[in-house]
């Protein structure tokens, strides 16, 4: 017989959380916390969504999405999760770029850009501090008419390698283009520049172990192996949801899932009005990835100089088409040195990390994708020899994923890396309007993404369930 996932689990839940995301894990930790009933659900056999880790012969432990993050996660980590978790967030202090138009390292924080702009870049003092203030200022009520090209046109026109130091790494971070609302450029990138890049010391592995210790200590019920099939919607909203073959009663829903599959694949276009899913459909996913993973011999490193991550690019010019080309010529290398994980085996890897378009991935055969997958290996080698002399002998174990990887392990239609585009924003915002009780926490729009991202819509969207909640319970008979 097959084992029962849910096992114990109760008939009803004040919430369901559908997918263990950041921004999920983040919803039911407080809503648990705020004691309410919380179940978690998450389809793959393992928590944390892309946030995510794996293991291989050799006591190789990657990483996927630990490249770095801005500082304000110090500050959700203390207050959402644990002062331990927080404790862990250190500085990446190697930041590199290499391509054709410039060559240099920076600690990627407002005083250095400003010191690059203007003795590297020969910028005037007076409109790099405008620049960064603009970009500062910038909030989500604003005029989303102009776009990021026009900002960077606004105060360095005709400057291709000043818009390359200042979008390549927003690009890669979160998949936007110079076409994107100004704002969703101004706020991750004012982010960053508060104080640099951060990453999680330990690992990925560690920090979703902590995650799911003060879950449990928060009476958080979590089930793996449990894919939602369905949310079932009545006259008054949310009644509950379908998963192994049970109905598991609810007062409200919240979604980490993909904003499209939930409404799509969840609920059912039938359960909306006709202008809401206008709106729904016109929203777009956002890209994919590849990646390259690469071990170096247990007795091997690199120097620190390294770097921690490195903007590579062999391209001439910077084109957001070109970032996500089949032909790669821009990867972005992590460096993780032995001191990553400073409690188990010394080992550096390498991962290489290029933004992808999904239909270049599917509908291959099995043999073309998996030469497609070999090649972009050996290409990547040959790119990093550059920087480790000798890679292809140093290193022992070299493995890609791609689109279709992502797409398999967290379910997002054509392996989205940051769930949808900018306008999902609103469409998960506005869709409790729409059906009392549903909810969305997880990638969508720009802000909304990343880890820090992910991690306060998961606070802003479990605020607004206790709110309903509370009001429910206020004007419930009983009450
Ligand atoms: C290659 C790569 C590198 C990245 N690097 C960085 C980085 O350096 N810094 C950074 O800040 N961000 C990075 N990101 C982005 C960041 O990882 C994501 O934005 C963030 O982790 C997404 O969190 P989320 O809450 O939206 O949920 P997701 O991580 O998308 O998780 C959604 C969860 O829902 C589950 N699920 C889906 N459908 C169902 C269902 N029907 N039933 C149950 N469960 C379901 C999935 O299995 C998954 O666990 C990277 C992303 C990628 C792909």
Request: charged share 25%.
């Amino acid at each position: 017989m097959p084992k029962d996932f849910l096992k114990g689990a109760a008939d009803h839940y004040d919430v369901v959380v559908i997918g263990s995301g950041l921004g999920g894990l983040t919803a039911a930790n407080i809503l648990a916390r705020e004691g309410r009933s919380v179940l978690l659900l998450e389809q793959h056999y393992k928590l944390g969504g892309l946030a995510t880790w794996f293991k291989r012969p050799g006591g190789h432990i990657f990483d996927i999405s630990l490249h770095g993050f801005p500082h304000g996660m110090v500050k959700s980590c203390r207050r959402y999760w644990s002062k331990e978790i927080a404790e862990s967030i250190v500085q990446l202090d190697g930041v590199r770029f290499d391509n054709p138009m410039f060559s240099l390292t920076t600690s990627f924080d407002r005083k250095d850009f400003t010191n690059l702009l203007t003795t590297q870049f020969d910028v005037q003092h007076e409109t790099v501090d405008k620049f960064f203030d603009t970009a500062r200022g910038m909030n989500f009520y604003d005029d989303q008419a102009k776009t990021t090209g026009d900002l960077f046109e606004e105060f360095f026109p005709g400057r291709e390698d000043i818009v390359r130091l200042l979008m390549e790494p927003i690009t890669y971070a979160n998949g936007s283009t110079l076409e994107d609302p100004a704002i969703t450029y101004g706020i991750v990138f004012s982010n960053f520049m508060s104080k640099g890049v951060f990453v999680f010391q330990g690992g990925t592995d560690k920090l979703v172990k902590s995650m799911e210790k003060v879950m449990k200590e928060n009476g958080v019920d979590i089930r793996i192996n449990c894919g939602v099939d369905k949310i079932n919607v009545g006259t008054k909203g949310v009644e509950s949801v379908e998963v192994n073959g049970r109905t598991i009663k609810t007062d409200a829903v919240v979604s980490n899932a993909n904003l499209r599959s939930t409404i799509f694949k969840m609920v059912g276009e039938d359960k909306f009005d006709s202008k809401f899913m206008d709106a729904a459909k016109e929203v777009r996913l956002n890209n994919s990835s590849t990646q390259v993973y690469m071990a170096m011999h247990p007795d091997d490193t690199v120097p620190r100089e390294t770097g921690d991550l490195l903007f590579s690019s062999t391209a001439d010019r910077f084109q957001t088409d070109l970032l996500l080309s089949r032909d790669i010529t821009s990867r972005t290398f992590s460096f993780y040195y032995p001191d990553t994980r400073p409690e188990t085996k010394e080992r550096t890897l390498i991962v290489s990390s290029t933004n992808a378009n999904y239909s270049d991935w599917a509908g291959l055969s099995k043999e073309d994708y998996e030469a497609s997958k070999q090649d972009l290996v050996d290409t990547t080698l040959d790119a990093l020899e550059k920087y480790v002399p000798n890679a292809r002998e140093r290193i022992v174990h070299a493995e890609a994923a791609t689109p279709l990887t992502f797409e398999h392990y967290t379910q997002h239609d054509a392996g989205a890396s940051f769930g949808t585009k900018f306008e999902g924003l609103e469409v998960s915002r506005t869709l409790p309007q729409q059906i009392s009780g549903l909810y969305h926490a997880g990638s969508c729009g720009i802000i909304m993404s990343g880890w820090l991202g992910t991690i306060n819509y998961g606070v802003i969207v479990a605020n607004d369930v206790i709110n309903q909640l509370n009001k429910s319970a206020a004007t419930s008979p009983v009450a």
